[in-house]
């Protein structure tokens, strides 16, 4: 019975790397088509429509990631706690995202990104983020963003926190955030954030094809001073079909039994024989 356990495990191993390599394969295959065609084709398609962002954008691209604002000690403490995939491999990572907790805002909008798709109402602006398949409305009816969060008083923190948005212009959309969870990551390195961490993003429609973003951070009891924590081109696609991208805890469950733990000599894996 043990021989043939262990010959099942060794089968979904090998079938689990197979398909990781294969759907990579694939992924990068799309993107490098994509990212072809995007890279080529530099036409402004004329100029930007007023108060429009609505459609499908591709990208991001040549994103730039600059340096994360120094860490007050409250910021210090909790990023010390944060055990990164990268710094500590996936066995001994504590990222929200190993047991596919949402990305929340702002990580949705940096990480696993291959596009964004913003949908125009009379009251709101609908995002649609790619990774995990997820939608935030974005109310532009002039309302503020609430206050005194995970309180008696105040509402409770959620992933994608509550957003409001108004037009800076003809042509740039500003999106305020606040109100995230704090369970979320900034980024892969584990940076925190506070529930009161406001985030503001500014799309640019430069010109009828081409959207800017840049997306700031201004949370005072984690960090000493706001800080830009992308910036990232995007372009006009409006028949653009992305990929799906979609965490599956039981893929994940199964990943960590069968490779991550017995590699780093954790789990129970790492105990049989």
């Not at 994509?34 to 429009?52: E, F, I, Q, V």
């Not at 994608?160 to 500003?174: A, E, I, Q, R």
């Not at 992308?230 to 039994?257: F, H």
């Amino acid at each position: 019975m043990r021989k043939v356990i262990a010959g099942s495990a060794i089968a979904v191993v090998i079938l689990l790397s197979f398909s990781s390599r294969a759907m990579a394969q694939a992924g990068n295959a799309l993107d490098n088509t994509l990212y072809s065609k995007l890279n080529k084709d530099p036409s402004t398609g004329g100029p930007a429509p007023r108060h429009d962002v609505s459609g499908a954008w591709a990208g991001p691209l040549e994103p730039e990631h600059p340096e994360v604002a120094p860490l007050t000690p409250q910021g210090q403490k909790l990023f010390s706690l944060n055990k990164s995939e990268r710094q500590f491999g996936t066995a001994k990572s504590n990222d929200p995202l190993k047991t596919c907790d949402p990305l929340g805002i702002p990580r949705n909008l940096s990480f696993e990104t291959r596009g964004l798709n913003f949908a125009q109402m009379p009251d709101r602006v609908v995002v649609l983020h790619q990774y995990q398949k997820v939608w935030r409305d974005v109310w532009m009816d002039g309302r503020e963003l609430p206050k005194n969060f995970d309180t008696k008083d105040g509402p409770p923190s959620r992933w994608y926190g509550y957003s409001v948005g108004h037009w800076d212009g003809d042509n740039t959309l500003v999106i305020d955030t606040s109100g995230s969870d704090d369970q979320s990551w900034l980024d892969t390195a584990g940076h925190p954030h506070s529930v009161d961490m406001r985030v503001e993003e500014r799309y640019t429609r430069v010109d009828h094809n081409h959207l800017q973003m840049i997306v700031t951070i201004d949370d005072p009891k984690i960090y000493t001073k706001p800080f830009v924590l992308s910036k990232a081109t995007y372009r006009w696609i409006p028949d653009l079909v992305t990929e799906e991208q979609i965490c599956v805890p039981s893929e994940g469950i199964a990943y960590t039994n069968i490779i991550s733990d017995p590699a780093f000599g954790v789990g129970d894996g790492a105990k049989a024989k």
